[in-house]
């Protein structure tokens, strides 16, 4: 039955770019790559036919308990549903009623994110973690680093980047040149409060020398002179307790 679907798999993606182009019942352009072919349904909601060939076939698991930051097993972390909306439009796909996987996340505050997998728990599981991805703000920066120690990244971005719009897509691949950017501003921004800091110290030597001859001595001479290098000693104090 498995090798079934899979069969069935590799023809729909066959005939997906025609389905995708009719643009009818809210189904985007199919995208296949390399042994997995997504199409979005409804209100974003990924449906994924994976080969077993495909890279991502043996980590889904994996993938999705990073992406959840569960120790559980994948396959509890969600639930099957039933949405007849979405099962219609999956229909449209050409997709049997037995092929049809529609399953939820069991995680508080996440149960509205919805999946479907056409060839088995793996299919579900990368279906999952890629609507995980859609419909959350959450960096999920674990699942990154993972993927791209297991050369993954790029090939995994390629399949999230196909479900979102331009500007976020853009925003996505970008994020890391914006937080370098930042950085290097801040780096800027200490070496001006350095130069500031260096300024005032400057100005208060000027302020603290300004009762003093060329040579060094305090200006004035006998009790004057004293009590001139006395105020200029004060005012010099009071001036370094003011910068402090």
């Given amino acids: 039955r498995g090798g079934a679907r899979g069969g069935g798999g ?87 009623s037995e092929e049809i996987a529609l399953v939820r996340v069991k995680q508080e505050g996440l149960q509205d994110v919805k999946a479907v997998g056409t060839t088995g728990k793996r299919s579900v599981m990368l279906a999952v973690t890629i609507a995980l991805l859609m419909h959350t703000e959450t960096p999920m920066k ?19 980047q196909s ?14 040149g914006e937080q370098r950017s930042r950085d290097r501003g801040r780096d800027r921004g200490g070496g001006s409060n350095d130069r500031g800091s260096l300024e005032k110290s400057q100005s208060k030597d000027d302020r603290r020398g300004a009762g003093r001859s060329p040579d ?18 004060r005012s010099g104090g009071g001036g370094s307790t003011g910068s402090d």
């Fill in 216 to 233: 060094g001595r305090a200006g004035g001479k006998g009790k004057g002179g004293e009590a001139g290098g006395g105020g200029g000693g």
């Fill in 10 to 96: 590799e023809g729909r993606g066959g005939g997906g770019g025609g389905r995708g182009e009719g643009g009818g019942g809210g189904v985007r352009p199919k995208v296949d790559l390399k042994g997995v072919s997504l199409d979005v349904v409804g209100n974003g909601i990924p449906v994924v036919t994976m080969d077993a060939t495909s890279p991502l076939h043996e980590n889904a698991s994996w993938m999705l308990q990073t992406a959840l930051d569960s120790v559980n097993k994948a396959d509890s972390l969600y639930e099957y549903c039933q949405d007849a909306a979405v099962e219609l439009e999956c229909r449209r796909l050409g997709l049997s």
């Fill in 163 to 176: 479900t979102e719009a331009p500007a976020k897509r853009e925003g996505r691949s970008r994020g890391g």
């Fill in 142 to 160: 674990p699942l990154w680093q993972e993927l791209k120690a297991y050369k993954l990244d790029q090939m995994f971005l390629a399949l999230v």
